[in-house]
């Protein structure tokens, strides 16, 4: 089991930046993957950035560079440090960390979402 509790909810201006944290409830060293996802507008959930099953880090084309995710060990937490934002860049955002389950299923997990506002 694992619980996901995002903050950071925001408005800024374009061009703005803000953090998005997302704490766990268990070390995040026992979670295989760890990402900030947002909805497309067919209401998927589209990859941001995430920390993969081997430890390195996946970025969308829309958002590399200017995006960075990072994680504190011993906080058991996962950041989203969001720079140059655009007005296109709001959304919900949400957290997702996936466990590999004894029976080698794939579980995910996901945080309640927060609320990222760009004004332009």
Known sequence: QLVLVESGVGL???????????????????INAMG???????????????????????????????FTISRDNAKNTVYLQMNSLKPEDTAVYFC???????????????GQGTQVTVSS
Do not use: H
């Open 12 to 30: 800024v201006q374009a061009g703005g930046s803000l953090r998005l944290s997302c704490a766990a409830s268990r070390s995040i060293f026992s």
């Open 36 to 66: 900030w996802y947002r909805p497309t507008p067919g209401n998927r959930r589209e990859l941001v950035a995430e920390f993969n099953s081997g430890g390195m880090t996946n970025y969308a084309d829309s958002v590399q560079g200017r």
């Open 96 to 110: 997702k960390g996936s466990i590999l389950g004894r029976d080698l299923t794939m579980y995910d997990y996901w």
